[in-house]
């Protein structure tokens, strides 16, 4: 060997040697595991910043929709309801024209309120005292300043505080709205019970992405097209004698002509959440009535509930298409009518804006109803009240909703 290949061959041995120091020994980090290992927890720094920034925006957008900052819409016509701003969304989407409303949603809320509660008369943290509880543990929480019955047990059911009766009225509607979150599966079930409390119907959201519907032996399963499930819906029931129509948001979702009667009428209402992540629910309506628009129109006047804005706004929302659908009609089947169009507000807030406002929203109502149906301005003459035509107890939640109302008349 000559003495070029003998350096070769100890330069060869003494890297062999020296890689042999840095190669892990048993039980023991190597090298090159240590930088694999600080590579990994870099890796897991940056992981767990994108998953608190992740829940951090999770949960923004939950307090965003549980506050309504998203422009969900929502019962009424004062404060804390109906806050969907003119060309902004619900949680059925973009808002929509009236008369542009698919002619399958038909609800219109009844005209005598028995029970209205957006929870501001309970304290945080209590029960309700318009509810009564049946199983599980329910409390008054806050978010963005509205309050909301939430159930804290991952399954609850309680009823509403109705008054005692054989049974519920002939016709009826019960409207809420719901906020859940993922898993959410059958997280809001709502019950007809009969005075034996056995369930003579019960509806189920979500189930997939649908609403199932169960009376006696008939079931049905319909889909909630075009919506994100988790979030915020406007939920509503409609009850005719013995058919039944159930909704959420803009879409009719439950049609039935006659519900199961074995056990008799339904007497009382009970509302289950059940889901690991505390579903909760506001603005709860139940009212009797009503009859159909154009039935009150033949006897000269209608007063009806089912017209509304956004907040503090003139903006008549899409849910007013049934009523104004039914109001066009009449009027189209009675070319030489004239109708006086009558805003009415609650006294929350002070009287002159009260006024400006209900003359404003009868101003809205009489446009939607000749750029949209194409009845003639001078068929409609617009004004409004304010609060100083009051029908019942400003006092009372129920009064003050029976006060937020528009009325039509013959001249």
């Known amino acids: 060997m000559n003495r070029r290949s003998l350096i070769r061959c100890v330069t060869l041995m003494l890297t062999l040697a020296l890689l042999g120091l840095l190669v892990a020994q048993p039980g023991q980090a190597g090298f090159g595991d240590t930088l694999k290992q600080k590579l990994k927890e870099k890796a897991k720094q940056k992981t767990d910043q994108k998953t608190d920034q992740s829940i951090e925006k999770a949960a923004t957008d939950a307090e965003k929709a549980a506050s309504g900052k998203k422009g969900e819409a929502k019962p009424g016509d004062t404060p804390k309801e109906d806050r969907t701003p003119e060309g902004g969304t619900t949680a059925a989407g973009p808002a929509a024209k009236v008369s542009e409303v698919s002619t399958k949603f038909d609800f219109v809320p009844g005209d005598k309120v028995i029970l209205s509660d957006d929870f501001t008369q309970d304290d945080l943290g209590e029960f309700p005292v318009k509810f009564k509880p049946m199983i599980g543990t329910f409390e008054i929480a806050e978010s963005a300043g509205e309050r909301w019955l939430r159930c804290m047990s991952n399954d609850g059911t309680v009823r509403l505080r109705l008054p005692d009766a054989p049974s519920l009225p002939e016709y009826w509607t019960l409207e809420f709205d719901f906020y859940g979150e993922d898993p959410m599966e059958g997280a809001l079930v709502v019950k007809g019970m009969s005075k034996d409390d056995n369930t003579i119907w019960e509806a189920t959201f ?18 909630l097209d075009g919506a994100t499930i988790p979030g915020r819906h ?77 907040t503090g706004s003139d903006v008549v929302l899409p849910e007013s298409a049934p009523v104004i659908r039914q109001v066009a009609a009449w009027l189209e089947k009675n070319p030489t009518a004239k109708l006086t169009i009558t805003g009415h507000t609650d006294n ?39 609060d100083t035509q009051a029908v019942a107890d400003n006092a009372k939640s129920e009064g003050r909703a029976m006060n937020r109302r528009v009325e039509f008349a013959k001249l």
Not at 206 to 223: A, I, L, Q
Not at 349 to 371: F, I, P, Q, Y
């Open 206 to 223: 979500p189930h997939g992405s649908n609403m199932y519907f169960r009376t006696g032996e008939f079931t049905s399963d319909t889909p």
């Open 348 to 386: 929350v807030g002070s009287a002159a804006s009260n006024l400006d406002l209900s003359k404003r929203r009868a101003e809205s109502v009489a446009r939607v109803l000749t750029e949209q149906f194409s009845i003639t301005a001078d068929r409609l003459t617009p004004q409004g009240k304010g």
């Open 234 to 310: 406007h939920v509503m029931f409609m009850a005719r004698g013995k058919g039944l129509k159930g909704y959420v948001d803009r879409q009719r979702l439950v049609s039935m002509p006659e519900v199961y009667d074995r056990w008799g009428p339904p007497t009382s209402l009970d509302i289950r959440l059940w889901a690991q992540n505390k579903p909760r629910i506001t603005n709860v309506r139940f009212a009797e009535g009503c009859k159909p628009a154009q039935d009150m129109l033949a006897t000269g006047k209608l007063v009806t509930y089912g017209i509304r804005f956004a």
